[in-house]
């Protein structure tokens, strides 16, 4: 078997009988056992589950009828999506052994499509985090290069799909937690529109930012994935309504003719110059294919970093209000109730969160809330008219995911400041709620891998795809 | 200074999180520093502009998100209370909270 499989190469290898899925997934646990103890992408596995799915799946094969869309494809789960059953930590001691009631509405519907859940992946906690440095089971390693990060919060999932751990796997993305780690991987990575996937069953961070999405070895397994998870949820009332396209026939369709706005503004001061090289060759590479390429300004991006910390805390202080030592996850105990909730607070939660929780409180406290909240959510909106304004001249914008490649471990930690401005040209797509693809764009010093981000218009997932697909197969990744 | 180690100590009270010395004056630089590049926002005029309260919303309707309120059987709550610290099912137990 090849190290990195498609769900197509899984399906026919499954149809031809040349390997059974229960085989598949042994395969994949031994390889498992074999590179994890050193990249440290899953947390937890789940084998009985993903053996009895494996059998159900053969039984399908062995009956000869037609196989669901993802039959047999071994998958990997972030650890911020529940799964029933099957321990689900957040990447957090808090919820050490927490153990979900039920399954995040997205992993159902992957499992009712035949995927073969292998277990769960490491990220920052509570998917706070750029570099999966914030877990408190240790970071994960880049694949590409051991001595540097996988980029967060989805560090494990990207990095589990690049490694050949996995064929697929889901994310999630608040600030940039699917793009960038994609990115820093070498593999695609998609962030669908706000309200495409259901939050069902996600542990929720920031509401208003958070989305699920996959990560694939090609766009067409992204694809794939979003197809099945895409779609209105009656139990998440912020999932739409609007009908979910054909995006398998979407992404082979010609992209000439299309016209692909640059923003100026994510070019700017702060950027490695050998991803804008890469960048800059992934353009040209549009124009080759028959794009229209228009240079473009979105006026408030410089302000986004700004915005995001400020609501994505407020909306973090809130949401992480619930682990108070009650009903789940960790309690510490101390002499009257108020004094347990401080000490199992204190005790479960990582320092970035604690930072975070500090910063939101503080932000939505009285006297500061219309400094800072109000003023966020205002800028906000002048963020989201960039993108309206972009969208109306142009089918999608076209920038790099990050401003660097992947860093050295331990070399961000010092400064969250820092850290923060790893996800200047993600934000602002969260912000906006629009959809955003990352696609590798070559490499840098012979093994660092860049992204190129393609942003959609919302609802516009088909159309990214279709972008991102036509430049993997001109050959981008290559750049 | 934005923030003062007394506005940590008031917000954390709030958020009922215990912080020790240490992290306290660490933290307090740390969202110094965020604060102080979040004045930034300052630079732009917000006085007519409306707050960003829901996200793409124009695609979704009141009638397309609201469900009729019915009762459906729901009977998890002896899987969720083995998930607690301390169930006394069917209750949650915690520390005494009236003083007789």
């Given at each position: 078997?090849?190290?990195?499989?498609?769900?197509?190469?899984?399906?026919?290898?499954?149809?031809a009988?040349?390997?059974s899925?229960?085989?598949?997934?042994?395969d994949?646990?031994?390889?498992?056992?074999a590179?994890?103890?050193?990249?440290?992408?899953y947390?937890?596995?789940?084998?009985?589950?993903?053996?009895?799915?494996?059998?159900?799946?053969?039984?399908l094969?062995?009956?000869?009828?037609?196989?669901?869309?993802?039959a047999?494809?071994?998958m990997?789960?972030?650890?911020v999506?529940?799964?029933?059953?099957?321990?689900?930590?957040?990447?957090?001691?808090?919820?050490?052994?927490?153990?979900?009631?039920?399954?995040?509405?997205?992993?159902?519907?992957?499992?009712?499509?035949g995927?073969?859940?292998l277990?769960?992946?490491?990220?920052?906690?509570?998917?706070?985090?750029?570099?999966n440095e914030?877990?408190?089971?240790?970071?994960?390693?880049?694949?590409?290069?051991?001595?540097?990060?996988?980029g967060?919060?989805s560090?494990?999932?990207?990095?589990?799909?690049a490694?050949?751990?996995?064929?697929?796997?889901?994310g999630?993305?608040?600030?940039?937690?699917?793009?960038?780690?994609?990115?820093?991987?070498?593999?695609?990575?998609?962030?669908?529109?706000?309200?495409?996937?259901s939050?069902?069953?996600?542990?929720?961070?920031?509401?208003?930012l958070?989305?699920?999405?996959?990560?694939?070895n090609?766009?067409?397994?992204v694809?794939?994935v979003?197809?099945?998870?895409?779609g209105?949820?009656?139990?998440d009332?912020?999932?739409?309504?609007?009908?979910?396209?054909?995006?398998?026939a979407?992404?082979?369709?010609?992209?000439?003719g299309?016209?692909?706005?640059?923003?100026k503004?994510?070019?700017?001061?702060?950027m490695?110059?050998?991803?804008?090289?890469?960048?800059?060759?992934?353009?040209e590479?549009?124009?080759k294919?028959?794009?229209?390429?228009?240079?473009?300004?979105?006026p408030?991006t410089?302000?986004?970093?700004?915005?995001?910390?400020?609501?994505?805390t407020?909306?973090?202080?809130?949401?992480?209000?619930?682990?108070?030592?009650?009903?789940?996850?960790?309690?510490?105990?101390?002499d009257?109730l108020?004094?347990?909730?401080?000490?199992?607070?204190?005790?479960?939660?990582?320092?970035?969160?604690?930072?975070?929780?500090?910063?939101?409180?503080?932000?939505l406290s009285?006297g500061?809330?219309?400094?800072?909240?109000?003023?966020?959510q205002?800028?906000r909106?002048?963020?989201?008219?960039?993108?309206?304004?972009?969208f109306?001249k142009?089918d999608?914008?076209v920038?790099p995911?990050?401003p660097?490649?992947?860093?050295?471990l331990?070399?961000?930690t010092?400064?969250?400041?820092e850290?923060y401005?790893?996800?200047?040209?993600?934000?602002t797509?969260?912000l906006?709620?629009?959809?955003?693809?990352?696609?590798?764009?070559g490499?840098?010093?012979?093994?660092?891998p860049?992204g190129?981000?393609?942003?959609?218009?919302?609802?516009?997932?088909?159309?990214?795809l279709?972008?991102?697909?036509?430049?993997?197969?001109?050959?981008?990744?290559?750049? | 200074?934005?923030?003062?180690?007394?506005?940590?100590?008031r917000?954390a009270?709030?958020?009922?999180?215990?912080?020790?010395?240490?992290e306290?004056?660490?933290y307090?630089?740390?969202i110094d520093?965020?604060?102080?590049y979040?004045g930034?926002?300052?630079?732009?005029?917000?006085a007519?502009?409306?707050?960003?309260?829901?996200?793409?919303?124009?695609?979704?309707t009141?009638?397309?998100?609201?469900?009729?309120?019915?009762?459906?059987?729901?009977?998890?709550?002896?899987?969720?209370?083995?998930?607690?610290?301390?169930?006394?099912?069917?209750?949650?137990?915690?520390?005494?909270?009236i003083e007789?």
């Amino acid at each position: 078997m090849p190290t990195n499989q498609s769900i197509t190469a899984v399906r026919e290898a499954l149809k031809a009988r040349k390997i059974s899925a229960r085989e598949l997934a042994r395969d994949y646990y031994q390889r498992i056992g074999a590179r994890n103890p050193e990249l440290n992408a899953y947390l937890t596995l789940s084998e009985d589950r993903a053996y009895a799915q494996a059998d159900r799946v053969d039984t399908l094969v062995a009956a000869g009828g037609p196989l669901p869309l993802l039959a047999g494809v071994p998958m990997a789960v972030k650890d911020v999506i529940s799964t029933r059953g099957v321990r689900t930590t957040c990447g957090s001691k808090i919820l050490e052994n927490y153990i979900p009631p039920y399954d995040a509405t997205a992993v159902e519907r992957l499992e009712a499509a035949g995927a073969i859940i292998l277990g769960k992946t490491n990220c920052d906690e509570f998917a706070m985090g750029s570099s999966n440095e914030n877990s408190a089971y240790g970071p994960v390693r880049n694949p590409e290069a051991p001595d540097r990060v996988p980029g967060g919060s989805s560090g494990g999932s990207a990095a589990a799909v690049a490694a050949g751990l996995a064929v697929v796997s889901l994310g999630t993305d608040t600030g940039g937690s699917i793009r960038q780690p994609g990115a820093f991987c070498g593999i695609p990575a998609m962030m669908p529109s706000y309200g495409r996937v259901s939050r069902y069953g996600l542990i929720a961070f920031a509401s208003s930012l958070d989305r699920i999405g996959p990560f694939a070895n090609n766009v067409r397994d992204v694809a794939t994935v979003l197809q099945i998870i895409a779609g209105r949820d009656a139990n998440d009332s912020t999932s739409t309504t609007a009908a979910v396209p054909d995006y398998a026939a979407a992404i082979d369709k010609s992209v000439k003719g299309l016209r692909i706005g640059i923003p100026k503004e994510y070019f700017g001061a702060g950027m490695d110059p050998e991803v804008r090289k890469k960048v800059e060759a992934g353009i040209e590479l549009f124009r080759k294919l028959g794009c229209e390429v228009r240079e473009i300004r979105m006026p408030h991006t410089d302000y986004a970093i700004a915005v995001y910390y400020i609501i994505a805390t407020a909306e973090a202080s809130s949401n992480l209000a619930r682990y108070d030592g009650v009903r789940y996850g960790l309690r510490v105990d101390g002499d009257s109730l108020l004094s347990m909730y401080r000490k199992t607070r204190g005790t479960g939660f990582g320092a970035e969160v604690k930072r975070r929780i500090v910063l939101g409180t503080y932000v939505l406290s009285a006297g500061y809330y219309d400094a800072y909240y109000l003023k966020g959510q205002k800028v906000r909106s002048l963020i989201a008219q960039d993108f309206r304004d972009a969208f109306a001249k142009v089918d999608a914008l076209v920038t790099p995911t990050s401003p660097v490649p992947a860093f050295k471990l331990g070399e961000r930690t010092a400064d969250p400041l820092e850290m923060y401005l790893a996800d200047i040209y993600t934000v602002t797509g969260s912000l906006a709620g629009v959809p955003g693809i990352s696609v590798p764009c070559g490499k840098i010093c012979g093994k660092l891998p860049v992204g190129l981000q393609i942003f959609g218009p919302p609802f516009g997932e088909g159309r990214a795809l279709q972008l991102a697909h036509a430049f993997e197969q001109a050959g981008g990744a290559t750049v | 200074m934005n923030i003062t180690r007394e506005d940590v100590l008031r917000v954390a009270d709030l958020a009922y999180l215990d912080l020790s010395e240490s992290e306290l004056e660490t933290y307090r630089k740390q969202i110094d520093d965020v604060l102080e590049y979040i004045g930034k926002l300052n630079e732009l005029d917000t006085a007519n502009v409306e707050p960003m309260a829901q996200v793409l919303a124009d695609d979704q309707t009141a009638d397309a998100t609201l469900r009729d309120d019915i009762v459906v059987p729901c009977r998890v709550a002896p899987e969720i209370l083995k998930q607690a610290p301390d169930p006394e099912p069917p209750y949650f137990r915690v520390p005494k909270v009236i003083e007789r």
